[in-house]
């Protein structure tokens, strides 16, 4: 199912016909139109995929910071000369 995206801001969604009419049985059974039926669906998984990222995005620098502390560590003993 290939999405292209045309200048006026629709997206386009190339379907096989059954694949449509189920989607459009299912939007009907819902009382919706199909755009409503699939943007109810996909726009909250769409949300929760940026949300990890921004996650994951802002966690990576503190785990590379304290790689970073870790792999100069060095034991008070080792600093003080102790065995």
Aim: include cysteine; glycine fraction near 4%.
């Amino acid at each position: 199912m290939p999405l292209a995206r045309s200048d006026n801001g629709r997206i386009e969604l190339w379907l096989r016909p059954e694949d449509k009419a189920m989607l459009t049985h299912a939007a009907s059974l819902r009382r919706l139109d199909l755009t409503g039926c699939i943007l109810g669906a996909v726009l909250p998984e769409a949300e929760a995929d940026i949300a990890e990222a921004a996650r994951f995005t802002m966690w990576l620098p503190r785990l590379i910071a304290v790689c970073a502390l870790i792999s100069d560590y060095v034991p008070t003993k080792a600093r003080e000369g102790r065995p």
